[in-house]
């Protein structure tokens, strides 16, 4: 027996067209991809709901980047082009710089509601699950 135990060529050519099969379907990659625009759905509709409206611009303001993969890691981008969004999710001084505005922080509070519901570890759990599967049959 070897240190890693004994495993017959059926077992091998079995394991090799899982695998295989699995990149050939990019089913991990698939997987991933709507895992994480759950996520990305959910922290999104948040930080528009949390934003304060005056005139709506700023709510309309918020976009979110497609699902991309990026040095490894997958990647959401969710932003505000609006050129007053810092000052309102940060805080600013008033015109005469006197006082203070706090700021709302809505994308913060997005943020930490997404990793409050677990969402994000939700996600890590399926894929290592789903891995785990494929790779132990």
């Known amino acids: 027996?070897?240190?890693?135990?004994?495993?017959?060529?059926?077992?091998?050519?079995?394991?090799?067209?899982?695998?295989g099969d699995e990149v050939k379907t990019k089913g991990m990659l698939k997987k991933a991809t709507n895992r994480m625009n759950i996520v990305a759905n959910y922290t999104f509709?948040?930080?528009?709901?949390?934003?304060?409206?005056?005139?709506?611009?700023?709510?309309?303001?918020?976009?979110?980047?497609?699902?991309r993969y990026v040095n490894d890691e997958i990647v959401v981008k969710i932003s505000n082009d609006v050129n007053y969004a810092?000052?309102?999710?940060?805080?600013?001084?008033?015109?005469?710089?006197?006082?203070?505005?706090e700021g709302q922080f809505m994308a913060k509070k997005s943020l930490a509601m997404t990793e409050e519901n677990k969402l994000n570890k939700t996600m890590h759990k399926e894929l290592d699950g789903y891995l785990s599967k494929l790779l132990g049959g």
């Open 45 to 67: 509709r948040n930080v528009v709901k949390m934003t304060p409206t005056k005139t709506g611009t700023l709510k309309r303001g918020w976009s979110r980047s497609d699902v």
């Open 1 to 19: 027996m070897s240190e890693f135990g004994d495993i017959s060529d059926k077992q091998f050519q079995d394991f090799a067209k899982r695998v």
């Open 86 to 101: 810092s000052f309102v999710e940060n805080g600013h001084r008033t015109v005469n710089g006197k006082n203070w505005v």
